[in-house]
């Protein structure tokens, strides 16, 4: 290959992985918050099942560190392994997750502390809102290099 075609390939692969990081940069940049809708059938007050829906949305790395330290946990939590206290996590962390419908701290407190709620429906809605925030990308197949 002449010297002149091997600087124009060299300067041309160069282009490339410019363009390519430039691409990937602004794709990083501009992702949008993971988010995914929670439906589940509770009875109505006729006792007839009535299908509800949730939107959640992630909140970003910094304001989920920064909101579970606002909570840690109490003397009985901390001896028994917990580094939160999950009774005024749980509910501020819905609150903050949870865009439809905008329901306050104080109000999913009240679902999450009602004799109503079991354990594990009150748990399911919470993993929902940890999971939102902590799943990671989608699994792409990778190659091996070299």
């Known amino acids: 290959m002449p010297k002149a075609t091997e600087g124009t390939t060299v300067e041309a692969r160069a282009a ?11 794709l990083l940049r501009n992702k949008k918050r993971a988010q995914r809708e929670i439906v589940f059938e509770l009875s109505g007050e006729d006792g007839k099942p009535v299908e509800v829906t949730l939107v959640f949305r992630a909140i970003g790395t910094q304001d989920y560190d920064r909101l579970l330290t606002k909570f840690p946990p109490t003397i009985e939590q901390k ?14 962390l819905m609150s903050k997750v949870c865009i439809e419908p905008e329901m306050s701290s104080k109000e999913w407190a009240e679902i999450w502390n009602s004799p109503d709620w079991n354990r594990g429906e ?8 940890v999971e939102i ?7 792409v197949p990778t190659s091996e290099l070299g």
């Open 16 to 26: 490339q992985r410019a363009d390519s990081k430039a691409t990937t940069l602004s």
């Open 79 to 92: 001896a028994e392994g917990s580094s939160y206290d999950i009774n005024r996590f749980a509910p501020e």
């Open 122 to 129: 009150t748990m399911d809605l919470f993993v929902a809102a």
């Open 133 to 139: 925030c902590s799943r990671g990308l989608k699994a």
